[in-house]
């Protein structure tokens, strides 16, 4: 760490201290701080906050109170300073330096899947059928963070599997690297007192709880029980203070619950944090093209949680509709990439085709390779951002690239060609192309209104 890193962690760790002892009075001091050592540095995100903490009408007015008010002082500040400190101040400064120096893609985080295991057997996941047979070493996963932290990488996403199928490891690995941050999507059922207890002690863990919509439509697809132990589970972590949020898949079936205003009402309810909304994609052999939303279906998804993010206090992401703000597809290591438990090293949770596995490349190398290179090379495929997906949205990109640079199939239940992949996909995108660019041209006319207004 260098004396420059420690001086902010020490200036923020303070600063904290501070807004503790006064947290109505000292919020607006510490945002002036915040813009003072930040400088031309996320001018649009500060303004946000900004007006969060100084407007009581704005939406998430509230939720600054309730991150405050409901989360532990030394958890807030210990993912605070990994977060702003580490992942982005000092660490977005290295990525740039090596995407500048091999002209190659180089992420802000790493999705990886400690091991397929899963204590569930969910309808259609492939976990169910290969139990316990893949899983990456404790010694390969600390490898991954030692060679992410050199290239300014603070930011570990567990995925899988069900990570907490580890909960050992991934304790360990929190308490041998205090300075990352690491996310976890979890069916929940795993957390008890004793974990939520450790989760409290070190601090830099934060779970997303993937959920259906309410309990019919979670136990359908999950078990019998297992939303009243989500339910325990987000208890157990809000007794703790401790931050937490939500995973929820939109299909065909399930889209209007699971982003009704009930179900939205719920989860602030109960405290969460955040929320993860995500396309379903139909990878996989035996997927359902059935299930993929259709474009009426999708543009009522993206207007409602357009609506929420203005009146209702939970932070909500929605990765496949919110491509404008990260300039389109973030995969294959422009923004992340997915490592599974078998070690190989794919450009996307969602893609799996591979030229590369850690326990014969380097992350720098894999970087460099003719998959993630084709990646880089063609990032944006689509400069409308209603349409930043490879596979999804321009499947006849994701099928060039799988046959320009020879990546194969690294599907864990059974190999997928990408022509059998895109084929599910074709049909989607051509249908939603023109509703997409129909959203699109409308939010740019927006855009273009809210310059000339000198609106954010």
């Known amino acids: 760490m260098t004396v420059s890193t420690t001086m902010k962690k020490y200036g923020l760790e303070k600063a904290f201290q501070y807004l503790y002892k006064d947290p109505e009075s000292n919020l607006i001091k510490l945002m002036d701080w915040a813009d003072k050592f930040a400088g031309d540095q996320f001018v649009p995100q500060r303004a946000t906050v900004r007006a969060a903490i100084e407007d009581p009408t704005h939406a998430y007015y509230p939720f600054i109170r309730h991150m405050i008010h409901d989360v532990d002082p030394e958890v807030l500040t210990t993912i605070t300073v990994n977060f702003f400190i580490n992942a982005n101040l000092d660490g977005w400064k290295k990525q740039e330096e090596l995407r500048n120096q091999y002209n190659c893609n180089i992420p802000w985080a790493i999705l990886l899947d400690p091991t397929s295991a899963c204590n569930l057997h969910c309808v259609g996941c492939w976990a169910a059928e290969y139990g316990n047979k893949l899983n990456l070493t404790f010694e390969e996963i600390d490898n991954i963070i030692l060679q992410g932290k050199e290239m300014g990488i603070y930011m570990y996403i567990y995925t899988g599997g069900e990570p907490l199928v580890r909960k050992k490891d991934i304790i360990r690995l929190c308490e041998k690297h205090d300075d990352c941050i690491f996310l976890c ?54 007794d703790r203070k401790l931050l937490y949020g939500i995973s ?4 065909s079936a399930n889209w209007d619950s699971i982003i009704s205003e ?128 490879p596979m999804l949205e321009n499947p006849t990109k994701l099928r060039a690239i799988v046959e320009k640079t020879g990546a194969v199939s690294t599907d864990l239940q059974s190999p997928e060609t990408a022509d059998h992949l895109c084929a599910k996909c074709d049909g989607y995108a051509a249908c939603w192309a023109p509703k997409a660019e129909e959203i699109w041209e409308a939010r740019k006319e927006q855009k273009a209104r809210e310059c000339a207004s000198g609106e954010q």
Request: hydrophobic share 35%; aromatic share 14%.
């Open 185 to 238: 999507f979890t069916n929940g059922t795993l957390i008890d007192e004793a974990f939520a207890d450790e989760m409290l002690r070190v601090k830099n863990f934060v779970p997303a709880i993937s959920l259906e919509g309410f309990g019919e439509a979670t136990d359908s697809r999950r078990g019998d029980g297992v939303y009243d132990k989500v339910l325990h589970a987000m208890e157990l972590l809000h």
């Open 248 to 251: 929820s898949c939109y299909t």
């Open 262 to 389: 009930e179900y939205y009402d719920m989860l602030i309810e109960k405290g969460a944090y955040f929320i993860w909304y995500f396309h379903y994609m139909p990878v996989g052999n035996d997927a359902s093209p059935a299930l993929l939303p259709t474009p009426e279906q999708r543009e009522q998804v993206y207007q409602r949680i357009r609506d929420y993010r203005t009146r209702k206090p939970l932070f909500c992401m929605d990765f496949q509709n919110d491509a404008e703000f990260v300039g389109g597809c973030i995969a294959g290591g422009r923004r992340y990439l997915h490592i599974n438990a078998n070690g190989d090293i794919d450009p996307c949770v969602f893609v799996h085709y591979s030229d590369s596995n850690i326990r014969n490349k380097t992350l720098l190398e894999a970087m460099r390779s003719p998959l993630f290179q084709a990646y880089h090379d063609g990032q944006p495929f689509n400069e409308n951002m209603m349409q930043p997906c």
